[in-house]
């Protein structure tokens, strides 16, 4: 069994790499890092798809960070339902699906193509997209579906950009502004409905219960944490499209492929590398390791995501390659499920191919060997994207 430093910087520099080894060893490794617990891994598809929907794998309080120092009056908005499990996870869950089906991200689709117009339109010669185009497309898009007035995006355009950057001290100084801009956006769309995310939230009744505005005001800083998956994400799959031209050609020429491109993007260059911890309730045997009551456990994707089990030729990046149900798992899987996936695939599938179709000659601003990467274990994601706007 492989044990892997989470803040080796060979590990940090090349994950797919060293959990390639990892897995080649077997479905469970061990992770560390100074000053943190260790934690299993599970490395393999099918058996990491089984521990994220076996329900003696709970999360808790104690698989999150709470910032330091941050007021008690903002602590209960932090306790999201990814915190929860069991009876009051299931609660929630019912009560805000109905608001994050494929059908209503389709219904946005034009406000998120009108924003990210927005947002090439002034583009050109050498820019940073992570900076100027992918950090600000979700908080411009939460915005839009939680329908913030546009004299207050500024404050949540700069919020958002903290958040999405990673934790951090501006990270934890931008909390206090999103939760009291989210506080006066219910108070609004409560006086005021509109169509939009938030009204459908609000009206969301099952069997007489409904969201309290503290629910609302958290689901809403979840949205916001959440948007650090798109801007990863799309900065990685511009990355791994520019330094792959046959497959960003297979796309201008035939943009019916970019669902599915999608799929396979997040598969190949996931930003997530592992999912937030989970606790076993009892003793749970995993392919003949035995995993104690407590023992924090994640499911490392950037492994099965590559895993020859369930992907042929997995280290290829292929556009055209079939979704199957023994999909990429960079949603995660099972009652976690990722909440917002399909708005996240909406938006991603609308940059991409907005980006391809207005800007064809697209380049890197620099070799990709240069590209620099955030020195973190948890993540894979650009400090930077450097480009050549042709």
């Not at 492989?2 to 090349?14: I, K």
């Not at 948007?227 to 796309?251: C, K, M, R, S, Y």
């Amino acid at each position: 069994m492989d044990e892997l430093d989470l803040s080796d910087p060979r590990v940090v520099g090349d994950p797919v790499c060293a959990y390639a080894h990892a897995r080649e060893s077997g479905p469970l490794a061990r992770l560390g890092a100074p000053g943190m617990p260790p934690i299993w891994a599970v490395t393999r598809h099918d058996e990491a798809r089984a521990m994220l929907s076996d329900p003696r794998f709970v999360i808790t309080s104690g698989s999150f960070m709470r910032p330091p120092g941050l007021p008690d009056e903002y602590q209960p908005y932090l306790r999201t339902m990814s915190e929860m499990d069991g009876p009051e996870h299931s609660r929630l869950r019912r009560l805000v699906a109905p608001s994050f089906t494929p059908r209503r991200a389709a219904d946005f689709r034009p406000r998120i193509q009108a924003i990210v117009d927005s947002l090439l339109d002034n583009l050109t010669g050498e820019v940073d997209l992570l900076e100027t185009f992918a950090r600000p497309l979700p908080i411009e898009v939460i915005c839009e579906l939680v329908g913030i007035p546009e004299s207050d995006r500024p404050r949540w355009r700069s919020c958002g950009a903290a958040i999405a950057a990673g934790i951090g001290t501006d990270f934890f100084e931008a909390i206090p502004g999103i939760v009291d801009g989210a506080k006066a956006a219910v108070a609004l769309r409560r006086a005021e409905p509109a169509d939009d995310l938030l009204t459908d939230l609000i009206r969301q009744l099952d069997d007489g219960d409904r969201l309290d505005d503290t629910e609302l005001v958290t689901m809403i800083w979840l949205l916001v944490l959440a948007g650090q998956t798109p801007t990863n994400f799309i900065a990685n799959a511009v990355e791994a499209l520019l330094t792959h031209p046959d497959q960003w050609a297979l796309l201008r020429e035939n943009p019916s492929l970019m669902p599915g491109a999608v799929e396979e993007l997040m598969r190949w260059c996931t930003p997530q590398l592992l999912t937030v911890p989970r606790f076993p309730t009892e003793d749970v045997e995993i392919s003949g390791t035995l995993v104690r009551k407590g023992e924090p456990t994640s499911a490392a994707i950037v492994s099965v995501n590559r895993d020859a089990s369930a992907f042929s030729d997995p280290d290829r990046l292929d556009v055209t390659r079939p979704v199957t149900a023994r999909g990429q798992l960079g949603f995660s899987h099972g009652p976690h499920y990722c909440l917002g996936a399909s708005f996240a695939r909406v938006e991603t599938e609308i940059a991409l191919t907005t980006l391809i179709s207005r800007f064809p000659r697209l380049a890197l601003g620099v070799a990709a060997a240069d590209l620099v990467r955030a020195a973190d274990g948890g993540t894979w994601r650009l400090a930077a994207l450097p480009v050549m706007f042709g």
